[in-house]
C-alpha cells in the first residue's frame, strides 16, 4: 500500500530496487530521503482520516514559533508535512535518528523544496550543533517513511555523511542532538532507551541505513540520560 501521505509514483520498480530521492544543485546531485511506504489496514487508513473531519479549529499558532528553546526556525514546505494536532490526535512514543547524507545548507534547501515530499523536524549542524526547526512537533513530518511512524515520532536529522563519523559525528553534534531529545522525551514522556530511540534503519518497511554503523549509541544515550 502507498503511504497515504505521498502521492503514488507514476512508475513502479522491482522490489528489489533501492529507490532514492535526488537532487540537483547546480552541478552536483545530492541524494536524501526514500519513499515512503505504509503498512497501514484499510480499518486504520479509515480511523487515521475521519478524526481531521470532525475536530475544531486547530489551536492558534505564531509565525516562527518553535518547541525547543533556542532552536532557529526555518520552515519547511507545507508539502513535506501535515497538519496535526499532536499528542492529542496521535501519541508521540519515538524518536526516530537521521544522517542527511548532505551538508547542512543543502539538507534545509531540500526541505524547503515542495517537491521532495519529506522533511523532518529537526536538523544539527555537526560543526557547532545549532539546531534548526523546520517542522513544529505537533505536526506530521513526512521523515520516517512509514505513516504510522511519521504520526507516532519526531525526526532528528543529522548533517554528515554515514561513512565519515570523524568529519561529521562531532562532539557538538552528539552533545547539541542529545539535549535536544531529552528535552522531547520529557515533553512527551518517552523513555530514554533504544526501543522508543531509533536509528532510520529500524523503522518498518524502509531502504534506509542512516544514522549507519559508525554512531555511537551507548554515547548518545548517555548525553541524552544526563540531560534529562
Same mark, same amino acid.
Given at each position: 500500500?502507498?503511504?497515504? /501521505?505521498? @502521492? @503514488?509514483?507514476?512508475?513502479?520498480?522491482?522490489?528489489?530496487?533501492?529507490?532514492?530521492? $535526488?537532487?540537483?544543485?547546480?552541478?552536483?546531485?545530492?541524494?536524501?530521503?526514500?519513499?515512503?511506504?505504509?503498512?497501514?489496514? $484499510?480499518?486504520?487508513?479509515?480511523?487515521?482520516?475521519?478524526?481531521?473531519?470532525?475536530?475544531?479549529?486547530?489551536?492558534?499558532?505564531?509565525?516562527? %514559533?518553535?518547541?525547543?528553546?533556542?532552536? &532557529?526556525? !526555518?520552515?519547511?514546505?507545507?508539502?513535506? =508535512?501535515?497538519?496535526?494536532?499532536?499528542? /492529542?490526535?496521535?501519541?508521540?512514543?519515538? +524518536?526516530?535518528?537521521?544522517?542527511?547524507?548532505?551538508?547542512?545548507?543543502?539538507?534545509?534547501?531540500?526541505? &524547503?523544496?515542495?517537491?521532495?515530499?519529506?522533511?523532518? #523536524? =529537526? +536538523?544539527?549542524?555537526?560543526?557547532?550543533?545549532? +539546531?534548526?526547526?523546520?517542522?513544529? %512537533?505537533? /505536526?506530521?513530518? =513526512?521523515?520516517?517513511?512509514?505513516?504510522?511512524?511519521? %504520526?507516532?515520532? !519526531?525526526?532528528? %536529522?543529522? &548533517?554528515?555523511?554515514? /561513512?565519515?563519523?570523524?568529519?561529521?559525528?562531532?562532539?557538538?553534534?552528539?552533545?547539541?542532538?542529545?539535549?535536544?531529545?531529552?528535552?522531547?522525551?520529557?515533553?512527551?514522556?518517552?523513555?530514554?532507551?533504544?526501543?522508543?530511540?531509533?536509528?532510520? #534503519? &529500524?523503522?518498518?518497511?524502509?531502504?534506509?541505513?542512516?544514522?549507519?554503523?559508525?554512531?555511537?549509541?551507548?554515547?548518545?544515550?548517555?548525553?541524552?540520560?544526563?540531560?534529562?
Amino acid at each position: 500500500m502507498e503511504d497515504q /501521505d505521498h @502521492p @503514488p509514483p507514476r512508475h513502479r520498480h522491482r522490489a528489489s530496487a533501492r529507490t532514492r530521492r $535526488a537532487f540537483l544543485f547546480g552541478a552536483g546531485a545530492v541524494v536524501l530521503g526514500g519513499v515512503c511506504i505504509a503498512a497501514a489496514s $484499510a480499518t486504520d487508513k479509515i480511523s487515521r482520516t475521519l478524526p481531521s473531519t470532525l475536530r475544531g479549529p486547530l489551536p492558534a499558532r505564531k509565525e516562527g %514559533e518553535v518547541d525547543q528553546t533556542g532552536a &532557529e526556525w !526555518i520552515a519547511a514546505s507545507d508539502a513535506n =508535512y501535515r497538519i496535526a494536532e499532536r499528542p /492529542d490526535d496521535y501519541m508521540i512514543d519515538r +524518536v526516530v535518528i537521521h544522517v542527511t547524507q548532505s551538508t547542512y545548507p543543502v539538507a534545509l534547501k531540500v526541505f &524547503e523544496d515542495p517537491g521532495h515530499r519529506a522533511a523532518a #523536524h =529537526y +536538523v544539527v549542524r555537526a560543526r557547532d550543533g545549532h +539546531v534548526t526547526q523546520m517542522v513544529r %512537533e505537533l /505536526d506530521v513530518a =513526512y521523515h520516517a517513511g512509514n505513516r504510522e511512524w511519521n %504520526e507516532r515520532s !519526531i525526526g532528528i %536529522e543529522h &548533517e554528515g555523511f554515514v /561513512d565519515a563519523p570523524d568529519r561529521w559525528f562531532t562532539d557538538a553534534s552528539y552533545r547539541a542532538s542529545a539535549q535536544l531529545c531529552a528535552a522531547i522525551c520529557a515533553r512527551y514522556g518517552i523513555p530514554v532507551d533504544r526501543e522508543h530511540i531509533v536509528g532510520h #534503519h &529500524e523503522v518498518p518497511g524502509t531502504d534506509h541505513t542512516d544514522p549507519g554503523p559508525y554512531w555511537d549509541w551507548d554515547r548518545y544515550l548517555r548525553l541524552v540520560r544526563a540531560a534529562v
